[in-house]
């Protein structure tokens, strides 16, 4: 197969949104954080396997299996809980590509080692990029509801200091963005990147 | 399927009768009738256990303080349980097991009797990721890909 004529179907936010608000439906009460670790080890069924090395060898925390059984995690990070909100989002990352790429998966018609060096030395970088921006969207929406995002921000812009604040500096409310990701972090247990990536999708929409 | 007996535990038991053995272990035979060999092994017994109690890896691993490495090995089939009573039946406990003593039973019946499961290559290509995308978010090089290949073979055999 031909792998550098690979085309990425485009999928927007909207719609990247939905499947995740759809997923969690499906797997989850309303509560925060989201378990993602346990929907795929308990719900899905999906095997968690820690592997020695898998971030020292292969520069990656976490790769779902082309069967779909099981997703691969580098054992060091998984039993150190400073990654833990890392993993997480790695975690939600690879149940996107599980949701949204298994017919792109299929299409490769993958049959031997032979193939998927051929894939991966000849698939676009650009093209592969949108798998994994796919990927890292659906993460991002599964892991931070919106709906529960502007419910949480607007406690916190809320509170009579913070409004204080606001006035007697004369700052729009997007600009304390970057401040109010640190407590939202914690609440999400994503980082404040994260967070402040679904701050800045919020108020584009 | 070829059945091996390479497992420490068995080995350490092979100077000792069989009544021995059997004194030692003290499997209550009316139970152990319906643990057919032919039944769930005892990775797939464990893991059921662990989901019917809702439990994920990392939960049942803080529980038990045991390594998730070598849990998921024995969910797998790829090493046996530990022989040890005490630890079994700490495992036992965290899983609610219906019944403590047919469930260490079970652990001890399995030592060493993991089935060859040679990691042929259409199972290589299956434990293949769907998509494989470094942290420095790039493509893998050819050397990553190697090495992530020979580990997924190391952790798809069994260790004897």
């Known amino acids: ?205 | 399927m070829i059945f091996i007996l390479g497992s420490y535990c068995i080995t350490q038991d092979f100077g000792l009768t069989f009544q021995e053995r059997r004194g030692k272990f003290k499997p209550q035979i009316n139970k152990l009738k319906y643990m057919s060999l032919k039944s769930k092994n005892f990775g797939e017994f464990l893991k059921d256990l662990r989901i019917k109690k809702e439990l994920s890896l990392r939960d049942v691993c803080k529980l038990t303080k045991y390594d998730p490495s070598n849990w998921s090995k024995i969910e797998r089939g790829k090493i046996c349980p530990p022989c040890n009573e005490e630890i079994l039946r700490i495992w036992a406990k965290v899983l609610d097991a219906e019944d403590i003593q047919a469930f260490i039973d079970r652990a001890m019946l399995s030592q060493g009797m993991l089935p060859r499961d040679v990691f042929s290559n259409n199972k290589v290509v299956e434990h293949l990721p769907a998509f494989f995308r470094t942290l420095r978010n790039k493509k893998p090089t050819r050397k990553e890909v190697d090495n992530l290949i020979e580990l997924i073979k190391k952790d798809g055999l069994q260790e004897d």
């Open chain 1, 1 to 205: 197969m031909d792998y550098k004529r690979t085309k990425i179907p485009f999928l927007d936010n909207a719609l990247i949104r939905e499947k995740a608000d759809d997923f969690r439906l499906e797997y989850s009460n309303d509560s925060l954080p989201l378990d993602i670790e346990r929907i795929i080890d308990v719900k899905l069924k999906i095997d968690i396997i820690p592997l020695q090395n898998l971030h020292d060898h292969c520069d990656a925390d976490a790769l779902i299996t082309s069967n779909w059984d099981a997703i691969y995690v580098d054992y060091k990070r998984f039993v150190d809980d400073r990654y833990q909100n890392r993993l997480r989002f790695s975690f939600a990352h690879e149940i996107g590509h599980f949701v949204l790429h298994k017919d792109i998966y299929n299409s490769f018609k993958i049959k031997s080692e032979k193939d998927f060096y051929n894939l991966i030395k000849n698939i676009p970088e650009l093209q592969y990029g949108y798998l994994e921006k796919q990927a890292n969207m659906f993460a991002n929406n599964l892991l931070i509801p919106r709906k529960k995002l502007i419910e949480e921000s607007k406690k916190i812009k809320n509170n009579p200091d913070i409004k204080k604040l606001l006035i007697s500096n004369n700052i729009d409310e997007q600009s304390l963005n970057p401040y109010i990701s640190i407590p939202l972090s914690k609440k999400f247990m994503v980082s404040e990147e994260a967070i402040e990536i679904a701050l800045k999708n919020i108020d584009n929409t």
